[in-house]
């Protein structure tokens, strides 16, 4: 959240922000009062169709599902026929309560590689990193585009306090200023950041709410850059798991990771046999063709505010493409 300066020299004061989620998507992300639905997607990177964003409406097909919406100006690309048929065009719209869009008839392409600020704080941002989009910059020119410089451009003093892999997805935090780098990389030295991950593996396993633990050393060995390998010559790791849903192919596993060590669940999992889907360095060739990207999910954060040492605590759902199908045998947790 955005934080403004009462000129009377009062206390902060919050901007009123409403949630826009587009269905058939996990994407949300914060309008202002009074800012426009483009004007907010933009400001988070959120990358709504080309057609929203040069006027070219007529192929604009994003439709609110609610009354509680001011129009700025009038559209010319909408004609009074497509108004007749109740089409709203969003992008000119300033919202007056939470708004969901309807995104039926648009391609999912539309959304690749956006990110969302999930909460804003003076001290941090917590983002949702869409899978494949790096989170610093790579070696190369075509490496420059990542969640850092993205945000950077929003928030100029914004710096990396942790990474996620290319390939996942989830929540990622970033520090407002080196002070509170300081602060937040110590939290993660620390170890108390909690970290809870989703992964949807190959295999069934038994479902339980008792979790297990994989205790085996990561070695990064470099004649197989990138990936790394259970070898005891590496450092000691350690991450926690249980199932909590499962059929005869496959089990979705609710991860806890307790050290931080390069690709650490991605090793520990096809360590025991159970490799991610769509995991392209260590899954098997069939796993791998289940899905299209990395089915691993940074869904929780958990830990101590450093200034006001109350919790801060975030959380956004995996997506739909980690379900298992209700009609082929599924048992899951109570």
Known sequence: MTWSKNTSGGPLSKLRAFTISLQNTPIQWQCYEGETLLASARRQGVALPSSCQNGTCRTCRLQTHSSELEYVIPWPGLSPEEKAHGLTLSCVATPKSEVWIDDARLEATCYANAFQIIQEDPLFLILNKPSGLLSVPGKGPDKSDCLSTRVQKMHPHALVVHRLDQATSGLMMMAIGPSSQRQLSG????????????????????????????????????????????????????????????????????????????????????????????????????????????????????????????????????????????????????
């Open 187 to 334: 939290l993660f030295e620390k170890g108390q950041v909690h970290k809870t991950y989703m992964a949807k593996v190959k295999g069934q396993l038994p479902v339980s709410d008792v979790w297990q633990e994989i205790d085996a050393p990561i070695h990064a060995d470099w004649s197989l850059r990138p990936r790394r390998v259970v070898d005891e010559r590496g450092k000691s790791s350690l991450t926690r798991y249980r199932c909590i849903k499962a059929n005869a192919t496959s089990s979705l596993l609710e991860i806890e990771p307790m050290s931080g060590r390069t690709h650490q669940i991605r090793v520990h999992l096809s360590h025991i046999g159970h490799p991610i889907w769509g995991d392209a360095l260590y899954a098997d060739p069939d796993t791998l063709s289940l899905s299209s990207r990395l089915l691993l999910h940074a869904k929780t954060l958990r830990f101590m505010h450093p200034l006001s040492h109350e919790e801060v605590s975030a959380t956004i759902k995996e997506s739909e493409a980690f379900d298992l199908p209700e009609n082929d045998g599924v048992h899951e947790v109570e």
